[in-house]
Each structure stands twice: as structure tokens, then as C-alpha cells.
């Protein structure tokens, strides 16, 4: 079982910037792909930014590339998403997932199997 605890939301207007953590509880973390999605009222989940176990491959949403950028500090078992011009259309609730064990990054959320409980980003414009 991981559980993972993700932190840092809040609201803040267009143009500002915010830092996300997701710290997971898990001795495998260093072994995990992870990622970020987020879930707009009345939207689907949708995926932001992956990072596999290495920190060597990375991928973004074309909606995000270039002001958002993920990564992750093994020794603390976190991952982060810094998030930078911030847009209303970034509005919505983040979360923190965890694939497999030596996973492929994965956009599809259907290939993360641990997911946090999401922490609200409200960009005022």
C-alpha cells in the first residue's frame, strides 16, 4: 500500500507561481514513475506531468510545457510540480499518482495505481 499526501495549493491570481509536493509512504518510491494530474469542476481528469524513477525522462501536457516542471527528491520520497505563470484555466484540484514498480511514464491515468487525495489550485485572473 502507498499513501501519498500532497500539499501546497491554494489561491493565487494569473501570472503568479505555486509549488506542489506529493510525499509518498512507501520504501519503493525511488523505483516509481510518478505523476501529476488535475480535475477541473465538471472535467475529466486530465494528465500534467510525469517523471520516471531516474528523473531522466519527463513529460509534460502541451497545456503546460514550458511553464510547469516536475521533479522529485528520492531521499525526501517526494515529488514536486512547480508551477509557473499561472493561467484561471490552471484552476483545479491536483493530484499525485504513483505507477508500478520500473513503470514506462504514462500519460493514461488508468496506468497509476496509488493516488493522493488532491490539493485545490484557484488562479484568480
Known amino acids: 500500500q502507498v499513501q501519498l499526501v500532497e500539499s501546497g495549493g491554494g489561491l493565487v491570481q494569473a501570472g503568479d507561481s505555486l509549488r506542489l509536493s506529493c510525499t509518498a509512504s512507501t520504501r519503493t518510491f525511488s523505483s516509481r514513475t510518478m505523476g501529476w494530474f488535475r480535475q477541473a469542476p465538471g472535467k475529466d481528469r486530465e494528465f500534467v506531468a510525469t517523471?520516471?524513477?531516474?528523473?531522466?525522462?519527463?513529460y509534460y501536457a502541451d497545456s503546460v510545457k514550458g511553464r510547469f516542471t516536475i521533479s522529485r527528491d528520492n531521499a525526501k520520497n517526494t515529488v514536486y510540480l512547480q508551477m509557473n505563470s499561472l493561467k484561471p484555466e490552471d484552476t483545479a484540484v491536483y493530484y499525485c499518482?504513483?505507477?508500478?514498480?520500473?513503470?514506462?511514464?504514462?500519460?493514461?491515468?488508468?496506468?497509476?495505481?496509488?493516488w493522493g487525495q488532491g490539493t485545490q489550485v484557484t488562479v484568480s485572473s
Open positions: 517523471i520516471d524513477w531516474t528523473s531522466s525522462m519527463t
Open positions: 499518482a504513483s505507477q508500478r514498480t520500473y513503470s514506462t511514464p504514462a500519460k493514461s491515468h488508468s496506468e497509476y495505481d496509488y
